[in-house]
């Protein structure tokens, strides 16, 4: 069962389990602790229900992971997979919407050629990131959803800005957020957010190899 959240709590799964291991822990914090550090009204009952789903959850999960072991992916988890990597979620994140293991997302990733996103504070890699073989176009189209491979986010082209030197440029458009990320904000009526950037060709990724699961 999902836990309902208030906007100033901290309710993420990541959270809820560090405090659960506090609880648990040699010197336990004491359960007005717990709520402090989950930034919640101190609570029992409410605190003891939060923990009550967290450990439901991530039973149902290991329960379901158990289930898939050994089974190739399906075509629904393939196309789930492109959708949700492409719109900016990470691995571990799908592989727990999924109930797989990270690895078995992964090798989706790769042996489909989805570009790689690596985590934003990966500077270095960011910077000599390279495209899968299937991803290297040398020409887009306006509106055409491709891979920003600097920025690592998927992006939207917004206009051809025209060719210097033997090289296209195109005006594009990050999906950073998606509309879900963007559901509780000051901007619900928007489909994503992002940025705007002026970009070689070489340095876009073409995504239509991927076409048939978008």
């Known amino acids: 069962m999902a836990i309902k959240t208030r906007k100033h709590e901290n309710l993420t799964e990541t959270n ?18 717990a709520c402090s ?3 919640i009204s101190y609570n029992t009952t409410r605190l003891n229900k939060i923990i009550e789903d967290h450990l439901e959850t991530v039973a149902y999960r290991e329960r379901r992971k158990a289930q898939n072991k050994g089974k190739g992916a399906t075509e629904m988890e393939i196309k789930q997979v492109v959708n949700f990597y492409l719109d900016g979620a990470n691995i571990s994140d799908i592989a727990k919407s999924l109930y797989r293991s990270p690895a078995f997302i992964k090798s989706i ?3 489909l050629g989805i570009p790689q996103k690596l985590p934003q ?8 990131a390279l495209l899968p073989e299937q991803c290297v176009a040398e020409s887009f189209e306006v509106g055409e959803k491709v891979w920003a491979v600097r920025q690592n986010y ?18 594009v458009h990050t999906i ?5 990320d963007l559901k509780h ?5 928007l489909s994503f957010a992002g940025k705007q950037y002026c970009l070689a060709s070489y340095e876009i990724g073409s995504l239509r190899h991927l076409q048939k699961y978008l």
């Open 176 to 180: 950073e957020c998606s509309q879900e």
């Open 121 to 128: 504070t990966d500077y270095e890699g960011r910077r000599n």
């Open 16 to 33: 809820i389990q560090h405090v659960l291991e506090l609880l648990n822990g040699d010197s336990p914090i004491t359960k007005k602790e």
């Open 154 to 171: 998927p992006a939207l082209v917004e206009k051809y800005l025209g060719n210097k030197n033997g090289i296209d440029s195109y005006l």
């Open 109 to 111: 990733v790769e042996r």
């Open 37 to 39: 550090i989950l930034n």
């Open 185 to 189: 904000t000051y901007f619900p009526h």
